[in-house]
C-alpha cells in the first residue's frame, strides 16, 4: 500500500499497546475544567487503535475539546430511548443505523462543505434507505468494495482469463472442474457469507437495487408473487443463477466457515473465493505471496452490466440530541481532511468517497478502481432488508437445498407484514 502523507505518517505505528496507549490517553482528566468532553462512539474493532491515535491528535490541536473514545458496542437504539446518543459516531451505515435517520434523530450536516466533496454515486448508496426529507443526515467516510477474489497462479496455470460475461464465469468453472480444482470456496456453515458473498453478487449483478427498494417503498405493503414489484418477480433469475453457480463450490462447503475459507483459499485450494477486502488481510497473513485479484462477479452476456458490491464501511453522524453540536462539527471536520481521511483508506483497504480521493494502491483490490471510478457499484440486496427478516437465514437454507419459489414468497409476505406496521 502506497505511504500515507508525511502530516499523518506516524499514525501508521499505532497499533498492540502503543494504540491502546494512545486510547487511555484520549479520556484522560487533565484540564477537566477548561475542555469541553465529547462522546465519540466507534466501534470497528480492528481500527479501534488507528482512530484513538487521530482522537489525541485531534485533541492536541484543540485542547478546548476532549474526545473520550466509546468503543463499548452499546445499542444505539438503547443509547437514543434513553436520550443519551454520543456527540459524534463513525459507524457503519446500514439500514439498521438508517432507522435512525428516518426519524429525524441525527443532525443536517448538507451545509458543510465536505458534504459537497463527495461523490454522486457514493451518496446514492445513502439513498438505500428511508431518508429524513430536506437533511443529509449522515456524511459517507469509508467505502468498502467486495467481489470475486482470485487466483492468478491459479488462473494462470489453466489458460484461464478472468471472465466478463456470465457464460465465461461458468466456462471457466467447467475448465477448474475438469482438472480437479475446486473453482469456488464455499463456506455455508456461516449463513452470513452467503448472504453477503452468493447472494448479493448474484442479485447485485442483474438487479438496480437502489431503484428496487424505492420501488417496494412506493408501492406499500401490497408486496406479493402478484404485485408489479416484488421479490418474487424481481430475484427470481438471479437467485436461480446463483444456485447454479453454488454447484461449483466444493463438497464440504456446508461444513465450512468463515475461518476454513481463509485458511484453505491462502493455501491454494481453490481457484475463487466471495469474500471482500477484511478477507484479503488475513489471507495476506497465512500466505503473504499468494498472488490474488478481483473482479465482479458477471451475471450477465452485457460486461457493460459488471458491478462491483459496496458498503457505507464507516460514515460520520451527529445525533439532533448532541449537546455539543460544534465541537462535534469540529471533530467531524477534522476526521474528514482528505490527508486524514485518505491515510485511514489505505491502512483499512478502503476506497475515498470524496471526488477527489486517490485510487487505491494495493494491487489486491485495484481492479475494482475502474469500477468504483465510473460508479459501477451497488450495495448489496441484504443490506436494504431489515434485520427483523431473518434473510441471511433464508440465504443459507436456499443453498442448503430449500425451494426457491417458498423462499421468495416468504419474503414478499415478511416484507408486506412490515410495511403494514409501519
Known amino acids: 500500500m502506497g505511504a500515507p502523507p508525511a502530516s499523518v505518517s506516524r499514525r501508521s505505528l499505532i497499533a498492540g499497546t502503543a ?30 487503535p488507528y482512530v484513538g491515535g487521530l482522537l489525541q491528535d485531534f485533541r492536541e490541536e484543540f485542547p478546548g475539546i476532549r474526545p473520550i473514545h466509546d468503543t463499548s458496542e452499546g445499542t444505539l437504539n438503547g443509547m437514543f430511548v434513553r436520550s443519551s446518543p454520543p456527540d459524534l459516531a463513525l459507524q457503519l451505515y446500514n439500514y439498521e443505523m438508517a432507522r435512525f435517520v428516518g426519524r429525524g ?46 487466483n492468478k497462479e491459479i488462473f494462470d496455470e489453466h489458460g484461464v482469463e478472468v471472465p466478463t460475461t456470465y457464460s465465461e464465469f461458468i466456462d471457466a468453472c467447467e475448465t477448474f ?31 438496480d437495487v437502489i431503484d428496487f427498494f424505492e420501488q417496494l417503498r ?20 438471479p437467485l436461480e443463477k446463483m444456485l447454479e453457480i453454488a454447484q461449483y463450490t466444493q463438497g464440504d462447503a456446508r461444513g465450512r466457515n468463515y475461518g476454513d475459507g481463509n485458511n484453505a483459499f491462502a493455501s491454494g485450494e481453490a481457484a475463487m473465493y466471495f469474500q471482500g477486502p477484511w478477507a484479503l488481510i488475513e489471507v495476506g497473513q497465512i500466505n503473504p ?13 452485457d460486461p457493460a452490466d459488471n458491478k462491483v458490491r459496496v458498503n457505507l464501511d464507516l460514515a460520520l453522524w451527529i445525533p439532533e440530541g448532541s449537546r455539543n453540536q460544534e465541537e462535534a462539527r469540529e471533530l467531524l471536520q477534522f476526521l474528514a481532511r482528505p490527508e486524514i481521511q ?8 478502503g476506497f475515498g468517497v470524496r471526488t477527489d480521493a486517490p485510487d487505491v494502491t494495493d494491487e489486491r483490490i485495484a481492479e475494482m478502481q475502474p469500477y468504483v471510478d ?10 436494504g432488508i431489515p434485520l427483523t427478516i431473518p434473510f441471511e437465514s433464508y440465504c443459507q437454507d436456499l443453498v442448503f437445498g430449500a425451494d426457491l419459489e417458498n423462499m421468495l414468497s416468504t419474503l414478499d409476505a415478511d416484507w408486506a407484514r412490515l410495511a403494514k406496521r409501519s
Not at 480437479?180 to 438487479?207: F, S
Not at 412506493?218 to 433469475?237: H, T, Y
Open 289 to 301: 505471496d499468494l498472488a490474488v485479484g478481483t473482479f465482479p462477479l458477471p451475471m450477465t452476456e
Open 177 to 207: 472442474e475438469a482438472a480437479d480444482v475446486t473453482p469456488v470456496y464455499g463456506t455455508y456453515g456461516d449463513a452470513w457469507t452467503v448472504k453477503q458473498g452468493l447472494v448479493d453478487y448474484a442479485v447485485g449483478g442483474m438487479v
Open 105 to 150: 434523530e441525527l443532525s443536517d450536516l448538507s451545509d458543510l462543505p465536505e458534504t459537497q466533496a463527495i461523490a454522486d454515486p457514493v451518496m446514492e448508496q445513502v439513498e438505500i434507505y428511508p431518508q429524513y426529507e430536506g437533511r443529509t443526515s449522515v456524511l459517507p467516510y469509508s467505502m468498502m468494495a467486495a467481489s470475486v477474489i482470485y
Open 19 to 48: 494504540g491502546l496507549a494512545a486510547l487511555s490517553l484520549v479520556g484522560c482528566t487533565g484540564g477537566r475544567g477548561e475542555a469541553t468532553e465529547l462522546r465519540f462512539y466507534q466501534t470497528k474493532r480492528e481500527v479501534i
Open 342 to 349: 485518505d491515510a485511514y483508506n489505505d491502512h483499512a483497504l
Open 374 to 383: 465510473r460508479g459501477a457499484i451497488y450495495q448489496g440486496v441484504s443490506q
Open 218 to 237: 412506493a408501492q406499500g405493503p401490497d408486496v406479493g408473487p402478484d404485485s408489479p414489484v416484488s421479490f418474487s418477480k424481481v430475484l427470481r433469475e
